[in-house]
């Protein structure tokens, strides 16, 4: 059954940001004393209090400064980060002498893209910035946003969770992985110095846009900063061990954030399934889809089978398809319309609706219909039943929707679920059925058979149902719009007398013979049947003459197709309807012309008049040596 269905729509697109909205600067790492856009100075340049790993890629060890890390003891320089001891890399360089960043951020609360949000609101840099210095050769990887204690912090994009815990200098980390809707690789998103205790997200989870991580930590649980989130890009190869860093010496891998992500958010794709019809091993669906960025490759997929894919000429596609799903099972299928876009390695799930595909045709909607008992086909479903009732037994129609098997059919009186029973009608008639005449008769199965009764409406100079015409009235019908090219309909029994309609011309490709059995100048034949078009003007032909020897010529021929009978001696080239140049390596030519010499001929002509053609052929400036003699193409007129 057909099912409209809501566009689902991929929106993949972002209006790219004007350059005003690079934002520098960032909140600063302090003593607890100190403000916001002081020195990035830790309040303690040992190592952070205890670190916990509440999470991880491959799990989680909750460890301290006096806790083994996986066995191990980890330097002061270390934090622990999945039971191994890995470089804290904020506790490098000459502290005292980092530089302060240097701040004033345009404050951001909106991206403008429909696919990335912001991880903060509002968004601002009021302290270190990505590349800003940081002193000993180590720049800062990412922007650090203003935020007090307590904001929350949102996932900027779906993805999965790759690391969420406490991670020393960090304070609270969640990292995200996710899948660049612009060309599908992969990237990371670092939500750093939150509060660990409130994280609200573990490794190996999946997220969505805008899903709450947790929030921003004071001073005593972020890591010893002053309140502010880092927040970072990364494109590059995860570590195998540890998190990633906030100072690094070199920014390969890390991205500028606000820049990247709206020059990487586009619109590519699009598309639904509009309509879906499942037969008896055929699926039919129905939809469209396009790309804005270019469409490699779009595909419906069954299941996890894909049962129709197609590489496209152009970037927007409508379509109705009708595949063969007949080594599918009775079952319930997911089925999906995907799109891979141009330069893309994956593709993106546009729409999908569910199928049920059956073996089974379901009867018409009528109790004991071709001995059903079930008002429907029971298709083999279980406790529905019997398709069929015994030999003993007659089906009896109770309701339109229900019946069931009784041995009591012929006993010649009504039983429950009988319409009549051998001679008893129980009062009805023909008339009373709402024909107009006839004999009611009752069906061995103690239905009414109305084969007999009768509609009297033929004669009434209308059109009733089950009528083509009636008297005059033909019901707009023509001989020409029955398929004729003139005549006259006429009704009869208020059925088309189509007796005194005809057709203009006749030909037949057996009217032709075998031309190649003539003689051995006889060397054309005619490649199927001929076909005339526009006969109530003037008939034209179009025929394809082949060589008998299915071989080419070597050189060029010139021919005419003549009317007349050839005579074997001489050509008159006022007899020419149509002349052309076989060409040379051709084995077969089309060509098409006029029966009659004008439109004013063909009208003064009688039914009978007929005209033959032939062709003659010769290689250009010889003879006339080839001609094909035999049974002529004949046009006749058969209406006046």
């Known amino acids: 059954m057909i099912g409209q269905r809501e566009s689902s729509v991929l929106l993949l697109r972002t209006l790219l940001l004007s350059a005003a909205l690079a934002v520098t600067g960032c909140a600063t790492k302090t003593d607890d004393t100190a403000s916001t856009s002081g020195t990035e100075t830790p309040s303690d340049t040992s190592t952070p209090a205890d670190t916990t790993d509440t999470s991880g890629p491959t799990g989680s060890t909750d460890t301290s400064a006096d806790e083994t890390c996986g066995g191990d003891t980890c330097a002061d320089d270390e934090v622990c980060i999945n039971d191994e001891c890995v470089e804290d890399d904020f506790l490098q360089g000459d502290y005292e002498g980092e530089p302060q960043g240097s701040g004033g951020g345009t404050a951001i609360d909106d991206l403008g893209s429909t696919c990335y949000e912001l991880p903060i609101l509002p968004y601002q840099v009021t302290g270190y910035a990505h590349t800003d210095s940081v002193g000993s050769g180590l720049v800062h990887a990412g922007d650090d946003c203003n935020g007090d204690a307590g904001t929350a912090i949102y996932s900027i994009y779906e993805g999965t969770v790759y690391y969420a815990g406490d991670a020393g200098s960090w304070g609270g980390l969640v990292e995200v992985q996710h899948t660049n809707p612009l060309d599908g690789t992969t990237f990371y998103s670092l939500y750093g110095h939150l509060q660990p205790s409130t994280l609200q997200v573990s490794a190996g989870q999946v997220i969505n846009a805008g899903d709450q991580l947790g929030v921003l930590g004071t001073s005593s649980e972020n890591g010893g900063w002053a309140e502010h989130l880092h927040f970072s890009i990364f494109t590059g190869e995860h570590p195998a061990s540890g998190v990633l860093k906030g100072h690094v010496t070199s920014l390969e891998g890390y991205e500028d954030p606000i820049p990247w992500l709206t020059a990487n958010c586009e619109a590519l794709c699009e598309g639904s399934i509009n309509a879906v019809d499942a037969e008896v091993g055929s699926l039919t669906v129905a939809g469209s889809l396009r790309c804005e960025g270019g469409l490699e490759k779009w595909s419906l997929v069954l299941g996890s089978t894909t049962i129709f894919d197609e590489f496209p000429t152009t970037d927007e596609v409508s379509f109705e398809e009708t595949i063969d799903v007949s080594a599918f099972g009775d079952a319930e299928y997911a089925l999906g319309l995907w799109a891979r876009p141009t330069g893309w390695t994956e593709g993106v799930l546009l729409d999908d609706t569910t199928v049920e595909l059956t073996s089974c045709t379901p009867e018409a909607y009528e109790a004991c219909d071709d001995?059903?008992?079930?008002?429907?086909?029971?298709?083999?479903?279980?406790?529905?039943?019997?398709?069929?009732?015994?030999?003993?037994?007659?089906?009896?129609?109770?309701?339109?929707?229900?019946?069931?098997?009784?041995?009591?059919?012929?006993?010649?009186?009504?039983?429950?679920?009988?319409?009549?029973?051998?001679?008893?009608?129980?009062?009805?008639?023909?008339?009373?059925?709402?024909?107009?005449?006839?004999?009611?008769?009752?069906?061995?199965?103690?239905?009414?058979?109305?084969?007999?009764?009768?509609?009297?409406?033929?004669?009434?100079?209308?059109?009733d149902d089950g009528e083509d015409c009636d008297d005059s009235d033909l019901d707009g019908e023509t001989c020409?719009?029955?398929?004729?090219?003139?005549?006259?309909?006429?009704?009869?029994?208020?059925?088309?007398?189509?007796?005194?309609?005809?057709?203009?011309?006749?030909?037949?490709?057996?009217?032709?013979?075998?031309?190649?059995?003539?003689?051995?100048?006889d060397i054309f034949t005619v490649d199927g049947a001929i076909s005339i078009s526009s006969?109530?003007?003037?008939?034209?032909?179009?025929?394809?003459?082949?060589?008998?020897?299915?071989?080419?010529?070597?050189?060029?021929?010139?021919?005419?197709?003549?009317?007349?009978?050839?005579?074997?001696?001489?050509?008159?080239?006022?007899?020419?309807?149509?002349?052309?140049?076989w060409a040379s390596g051709s084995s077969s030519e089309t060509v098409s012309w006029d029966a009659w010499t004008s439109a004013s001929d063909w009208a003064a002509a009688s039914a009978g008049d007929s005209k033959e053609f032939y062709l003659i052929c010769d290689e250009s400036g010889g003879d006339w040596n080839h001609w094909r003699t035999e049974a002529p193409i004949t046009v006749e007129k058969t209406c006046d």
């Open 371 to 463: 001995g059903d008992v079930w008002w429907f086909d029971s298709c083999g479903e279980p406790d529905r039943l019997s398709d069929s009732c015994t030999s003993d037994e007659t089906c009896a129609t109770l309701s339109a929707t229900e019946a069931e098997c009784s041995e009591n059919c012929g006993n010649g009186s009504l039983d429950a679920g009988e319409a009549c029973d051998d001679s008893d009608l129980d009062g009805e008639t023909c008339e009373t059925l709402g024909y107009d005449d006839g004999d009611l008769d009752c069906a061995s199965d103690c239905t009414f058979d109305e084969s007999d009764c009768e509609h009297e409406t033929c004669g009434n100079g209308s059109v």
């Open 535 to 581: 006969a109530g003007s003037n008939p034209r032909v179009t025929a394809t003459f082949e060589k008998c020897s299915g071989t080419a010529f070597k050189s060029a021929h010139d021919c005419h197709v003549r009317v007349g009978s050839w005579d074997g001696s001489s050509y008159s080239s006022s007899l020419d309807r149509v002349s052309f140049t």
């Open 480 to 521: 020409e719009t029955l398929g004729y090219d003139d005549g006259e309909l006429d009704c009869s029994g208020c059925s088309f007398d189509e007796s005194d309609c005809c057709e203009d011309t006749t030909g037949d490709e057996t009217d032709y013979g075998d031309f190649c059995s003539g003689g051995e100048r």
